[in-house]
């Protein structure tokens, strides 16, 4: 791959970081982490209700710390709910309340529906899953790189 091709991925890859410029804003309630948690859990849960602390932080590819100071400032919104798993304490699970489903409902599914429509008319779900997953891959290996030139500079 050329050095123009690459330039391309990053201009692309930064285009796409820009993407909350563009999302219809947030109910005034509702912080844009906050927003980002309630969405995760509510994808993660699935039909169990409620999901580890320790796999949002994995699916977000962000530190426990960061991640939990996000899910208490949800849990002070009333948004989510913390319970620790009976059989080992150190195990915290997080779930929806009603209010956090209402954000979900209200602020998600309509728009998500709508941003379907349109992307369904031109690319099929193993093309978005593709892309999904290049885009991890990618932001992987710049993050390596980026790591790799630091440690050089040193």
Do not use: W
């Amino acid at each position: 791959m050329d050095s123009i091709a690459i330039t391309d991925v990053f201009e692309a890859m930064y285009a796409a970081g820009r993407i909350a410029q563009v999302v219809p804003r947030l109910p005034a309630h509702v912080k844009n982490g906050q927003a980002d948690i309630l969405f995760t859990v509510y994808k993660l849960a699935g039909t169990e209700g409620k999901v580890r602390v320790t796999d949002i932080s994995k699916y977000k590819r962000v530190t426990s710390p960061n991640i939990i100071r996000l899910i208490k400032s949800c849990e002070d919104s009333g948004y989510v709910r913390k319970t620790k798993d009976e059989a080992d304490k150190r195990v915290v699970y997080v779930e929806l309340t009603s209010a956090g489903f209402d954000v979900i409902r209200e602020t998600f599914t309509p728009f998500h529906r709508l941003v379907a429509e349109k992307i369904q008319k031109k690319y099929d779900d193993s093309q978005l899953r593709l892309l999904v997953h290049m885009i991890y891959d990618m932001y992987d290996a710049i993050k390596e790189a980026s790591n790799e030139m630091e440690n050089q500079l040193k």
